[in-house]
């Protein structure tokens, strides 16, 4: 062996050690496993689809994972379609379903006794205790009905929605076809607000068909007015008033699909993204709970780097290179690449698709539930996607699929992410109509799993495996002066190796989703956590010292 | 003079006679000047051509390949000369007829391209470069189901005309057809390696279908070959300039947007283009000179107002002019995002 050969292999192992010692992590691989098979989860997603294959069709899905009965595990509730044109859950295949976790990797079909089978066309789901009593409720939108449900205590729920007054409608009285919903104190007055995105004015009286007979396509959302969102203020006695107008929200009519939320510049209030379909996106700046300013085009992200909307459908809003500035990542449509904004932190947002890797992966592919979390612990969050076209005959253009694999993006830890679909399990080999998707940790393992629905297919229930043996914290949020879930709650961490990251509390996010709504942080090979930062709604911030790692925290706020 | 000329040559209807005597025994190397001619290899044309001139002093169809070479040569006088010549003594080849109505394509004069192409047609339906100009004139009209048929009839008799292989590759771009553009551009390429037309479209369509190191190649092997001419593609640095920056090469992307300016200054994409790599590379100066050029453009190609505005929306924030950066916020949330197809 000549010297030079020598060095060569030398500097090979150096380079392989080097991410341990730089991250403190392992860089196990990230995997997902199915367990849907004998889970008892048999949901199937029914779009009640026609041939004329009408805009409705394509756009349901929601999947809320919400600790309903308060035994620490997360149950998880699928909105689900109607028959069309009827728009009426007619028989068992069109019931909405709550699954109650068994703790085992099983979970049982509490829909009835729950009173959660819903009436119309639902959509999304949006899950969090808005009476601050401890119990977490859920508000369900549809085409042609909102519901809130107000969780009992008892393992059931009643629709409170006429008396709480979320009924969904525009000031004028129409009801408006809400998607995703997202539940935030915007005036930080210790009570829960809801904000709702609506989509468009389309009905079956003003449907247009698109493509030819036998090969029916999705029509363009181009065709049709969008529509106003809602924000409904929390009066903390069971009922909200309409707010959007005086809040400066209803003046911007938009295509919504993706809500969420973040206070992407650290004053202290929480602001709210939509991501709109073919129109620009809206990024609500919130004015000290007094009003809103839709400052979009003026932070960079209503439109892609070319200045053009794309079918933006799902988003989330998250601090994923530990800078301490939520960013954001929205899913598209195949040909249109999915756009990820990095918070500058100066109010503006930097286009960086193709910089951080992403834009050519994504090209090809069509997504909806979409969200920022660190799936191999290794104090970096990740990316993942739940894919596929909205057409059901989207395979008539050889570019477009309409049944595809969802995806994962790996974090590396320098701004960039590497697509690891194909290497991430069999899991993320199933090409299915994707739709929503949530996040959480269903069996307690620490890591972050994905259910996932889909049209026309079992839905999927994506237990996170991966490897590296990294440490973990699942941190639940108690407040007190502030809304009882924490919602909105910045936590800053500190880990014994130096590194920090941040996460905020929401439940919103996704597409028509609701999520876990413990904050999860990877730490990598970090046993001890150095120092946790809260800072509360109220304003209130609190520091924890020498937390132990590969635990769930429950920290009340004082 | 002329006119009165070719109005005579597109009434005439007398059929054709074969190349008799005066060519006898130089059909074989008249077929490879003109396939040589077919692909751009000029000086193998050019040196044949002068041989055979001399054995074969009397044979018309030197004068049409001639006609070509002086075309491709850039000698335009002389070409259109030479066309004149040839169609006049011989109104009734299909070839005569579709060559010169190439010519007057080249040389935009599209409506005596288009009656050339239609009697070139109409005297001969089975001649592949017939069919290739009329199919070719009739995508441009906008009737894309009669100029795929003929196109594709063109095929089925001469699956070696890289220009119809070439413009049947334009339309499964049109439609968004990456995978089928690719096969037809590829098989052009091949064809006639000289066509950078052809390795743009390649690349172009090859990213779409995921093939990014296909890609590459095909814009290298582009750019080795675009030079001035029929085949010259104005675009091709445009274009891998974007890539270039879908990839993270900044510098390289900026090297050929740099020459997409000067090769097309008069079109706003290559301005819009640049200013956005610009942005990229925080050089927000050149972005405002950029986006300002292209905001002047008259030429869109493919750039719409909303898009200028938001770019210079941007450019002036960067920048710190606060009224300028308002102006053009205000621009762009006045103007609606386009109405794209009816369907996803």
Known sequence: MTPRMVSTVALIVALAALPKVLWGADTGRIQFENRQKGSGINFVLDNGTLPDKPMIDGIPGGVALLDYDNDGYLDIFFTNGASLPGLAKEGDKFSNRLYHNNHDGTF?????????????????????????????????????????YHNNGDGTFTDVTAKAGVPGVSSAGKKLWGISAAWLDYDNDGKLDLFVANYLDWSFATS????????????????????????????????????????????????????????????????????????????FKNRGGKTFDELGVESFVAYTESGLPVSSMGVDFRDWNNDGKPSLIITALGGETYPLFRNEGNGFFSYESYKAGIGLRSFKMSGWGAGIQDFDNDGYKDLFTANSHVNENADLDGQQHYRQANAVFRNLHDGTFQDMSD?????????????????????????????????????????????????????????????????????????????????????????????????????????LIKEIELKWPSGIIQVLHNVRADQFLTVNEE | MRAVSLSLLLAAFTAWPAFAEPCKGAEAQLSQVSKALTVNALDIAENALRALSVSYPDCPEIV???????????????????????????????????????????????????????????????????????????????????????????????????????????????????????????????????????????????????????????????????????????????????????????????????????????VRAVWFERAKLDMRLQNYQQARADAEKAHACTQQGGVIDLQIYSLLSQVYARLGDTALAKKYTDLTRETPPPVRGEQR
């Open chain 2, 64 to 266: 049409l390949h001639q006609a070509r070479l002086a075309q491709a040569k850039g000698r335009i006088s002389e070409a259109a000369g030479l066309y004149y010549r040839y169609t006049d003594t011989n109104p009734g080849d299909s070839r005569g007829l579709a060559y010169f109505g190439r010519f007057f394509l080249e040389q935009r004069d599209y409506m005596k391209a288009d009656a050339l192409s239609a009697a070139a047609v109409d005297k001969n339906p089975d001649d592949p470069a017939a069919l290739v100009l009329r199919g070719q004139i009739y995508l441009m009209k906008g009737q894309s189901s009669a100029g795929q048929n003929l196109l594709e009839k063109a095929i089925k008799l001469d699956p070696d005309d890289p220009e119809a292989q070439f413009q049947l590759g334009t339309i499964y771009d049109k439609a968004k057809a990456a995978a089928q553009a690719v096969e037809h551009f590829r098989k052009a390429a091949t064809l006639n390696p000289h066509d950078a037309r052809a390795w743009d479209y390649l690349a172009l369509n090859l990213e779409v279908v995921g093939d990014l190191d296909g890609t590459e190649q095909a814009y290298q092997k582009g750019l080795q070959v675009n030079q001035a001419g029929r085949y010259h593609d104005a675009f091709l640095d445009y274009n891998y300039g974007r890539f270039l920056a879908k990839r993270n090469d900044l510098s390289g992307s900026k090297r050929h947007l740099d020459r997409a300016v000067e090769s097309a200054p008069q």
């Open chain 1, 423 to 527: 290497d991430a399990g069999p899991g993320m080999q199933i090409r299915a109509a994707h739709r929503g998707c949530a996040f959480g940790d269903l069996n307690h393992d620490g890591k972050i799993d994905v259910v996932v629905s889909a049209i026309g297919s079992p839905a999927e229930l994506l237990y996170n495996t991966s490897t590296g043996g990294n440490h973990w914290i699942l941190i639940k949020t108690v407040g007190v002066k502030s809304n009882r879930d924490g919602i909105g709650t910045r936590i800053k961490m500190t880990t014994a190796s130096g590194l920090v990251q941040y996460n905020h509390v929401t439940t919103a996010g996704s597409y028509a989703s609701s999520n876990d709504p413990r904050v999860h942080f990877g730490l990598g090979a970090d046993t």
């Open chain 1, 208 to 283: 247009r068909v698109c493509g030819s007979p036998g090969k029916r396509l999705s029509c363009s959302p181009t065709l049709y007015k969008g529509e106003p969102n809602i924000l409904y203020h929390n009066n903390g006695n069971g009922t909200f008033t309409d707010v959007s107008e005086d809040m400066g929200i209803s003046r911007h009519v938009g295509k919504g699909m993706g809500v969420a939320i973040a206070d992407y510049d650290d004053d202290g209030w929480m602001d709210i993204f939509v991501a709109n379909d073919n129109d620009r996106n809206f990024l």
């Open chain 1, 108 to 148: 049982t079909d509490v829909t009835g006794r729950a009173g959660l089978r819903g009436e119309g066309y639902s959509v999304g789901a949006a899950a969090a205790d808005y009476d601050n009593d401890g119990r977490t409720d859920l508000y369900v939108t549809g085409f042609n009905g909102n519901f809130l």
